[in-house]
């Protein structure tokens, strides 16, 4: 599995915007052009950074197999993003510009511009990817009540930051309808064996709690429906036609229509799924993300879905991301005495999502204990500079250390790794949970012995 992030960007002095987005994003990635000739790299962590369109900065993780390191390359990209910033900003004082720049890793931006936080999993070539997915979008148009990031929008308050943007259940497009779940067959993989769920409704997460619900839950219920596990029948007559009534409705309370006839609320939809993932989680297999994390995940939606229920928040609000952010708006709203559409709440909704650690919102309240961790800073900070030991990208790290020190032409993708000069060299790697390859290992010892 991984996830892929777009960041917003800015460059701000006071409140006065010195450059544009393509401006800011042209210097952030000078670096990276100046030393790989390209935007579009892998870097020694194995993970992908590019610029996408409309100026977007994005981080795609190197495949991952368990949560918690997931979570750890999720939270390594806005670390790798934060040295570009530093880079930037001393960039843009040597050209005489002041001010600082500013990553932004939410879904919307001002202009009512959106840009994504992709989820791949990886699933058998024996489903069916259409009607597998149509069976996971009662769950995943509801999900946001257990991990939306939280915005403020016309007035209100609203749960998730993507709802706005999805207007189909599953297809092939990705920007044009933006479904929930995109068919575009590229499994990055051997053909033959897998193939890739693109899910694209989840908003960014800042709080590794929230990021690890949001996966963890998905893993499970992915779990079930390929185990062929007994899951309720909650087949939606128009899975997208809630969608927004359900991020407007931090009650759950969103009644749906059912296929069979009949109706369910949105909180059901989730109740139903979640006592379906504890019974499956007491046969689960302990493989990939071990049971004992899956519990984890398994008690906060619990909780999450006991708060929704009861309307009190207490027991998660330092663990879901878009119960923290309400709850600090509302005390400076409560402060203010101002509407929803207040400027100072504005900004404060759009700094919750800063990444640098020291300035960011979020990060601010996660210093004063009223954000809880998930996993340790070591853990990030090792995940910045060393790919996954336990995936196929281990080898991709132990390839692009050895081309760069040895300055040879190379390429690289998910699955290929080649040398293109002194003599064009190709290896192929379809198998991502393979950490070991002999052909791999004869090609790195081949370039180790050109350098010099």
Not at 89 to 110: I, M, P, Q
Not at 152 to 164: E, L, M, P
Not at 407 to 424: A, F, Q, T
Request: some cysteine.
């Amino acid at each position: 599995m991984g996830v892929e992030t777009e960041f917003g960007v800015a460059a701000y002095d006071g409140a006065r915007q010195v450059l544009t987005p393509e401006e800011v994003a042209r210097y952030l990635f000078r670096p990276v052009v100046a030393r790989h000739r390209s935007s579009n790299v892998f870097t020694q962590n194995a993970s992908r950074l590019y610029l996408d369109v409309g100026s977007h900065p994005e981080y795609a993780t190197a495949e991952c197999d368990s949560l918690s390191q997931l979570l750890a390359y999720d939270k390594a990209g806005e670390r790798i993003f934060h040295r570009l910033s530093q880079q930037c900003d001393e960039a843009l004082r040597a050209d005489g510009f002041s001010g600082a720049t500013y990553l932004f890793k939410n879904n919307v931006d001002s202009r009512g511009n959106s840009y994504g936080a992709h989820e791949n999993y990886l699933v058998s070539r024996e489903l069916a990817l259409k009607s597998f997915g149509e069976q996971l979008l009662p769950f995943l148009v509801t999900r946001q009540l257990i991990c939306g990031a939280g915005k403020i929008a016309d007035g209100r308050y609203v749960i998730s930051q993507r709802a706005d943007q999805v207007w189909e259940g599953v297809s092939s497009a990705t920007t044009r309808t933006r479904p929930i779940i995109n068919t575009r067959d590229e499994p990055h993989a051997d053909s033959h064996r897998f193939r890739r769920m693109h899910v694209i409704v989840g908003d960014s997460n800042m709080s590794e709690p929230t990021f690890a619900l949001k996966v963890g839950s998905m893993l499970l219920v992915i779990e079930m429906l390929e185990a062929g596990f007994d899951l309720p029948d909650m087949e939606l007559a128009d899975p997208i036609a809630h969608i927004r009534d359900i991020a407007g409705d931090p009650t759950g309370s969103t009644e749906l229509t059912l296929a069979a006839g009949g109706t369910i609320t949105a909180l059901e939809v989730q109740q139903n799924t979640l006592e379906a993932a504890k019974r499956w989680l007491l046969q689960r297999p302990d493989e990939g993300t071990p049971n004992a994390e899956m519990s984890r995940v398994v008690d906060l939606w619990d909780r999450v879905l006991e708060a929704i229920a009861d309307q009190d928040f207490s027991a998660v609000d330092t663990e879901i991301d878009w119960v923290i952010k309400r709850k600090l708006l509302t005390q400076f709203k409560d402060r203010l005495g101002c509407d929803w559409d207040h400027p100072k709440l504005a900004q404060i909704d759009l700094t919750y999502h800063d990444i640098n650690p020291e300035r960011g919102l979020f990060y601010v309240l996660e210093r004063k204990g009223l954000a809880k961790r998930w996993i340790d800073d070591a853990a990030i900070e090792h995940a910045a500079d060393h790919p996954p030991e336990t995936t196929r990208a281990v080898i991709r790290g132990e390839f692009l250390r050895a081309v760069r020190e040895a300055e040879l032409s190379h390429n690289v993708d998910w699955v290929h790794m080649k040398v293109n000069r002194p003599e064009p060299r190709t290896v192929e790697l379809p198998d991502p949970f393979a950490n070991a390859d002999e052909d791999a290992t004869e090609l790195i010892r081949w370039v180790k012995a050109q350098k010099g």
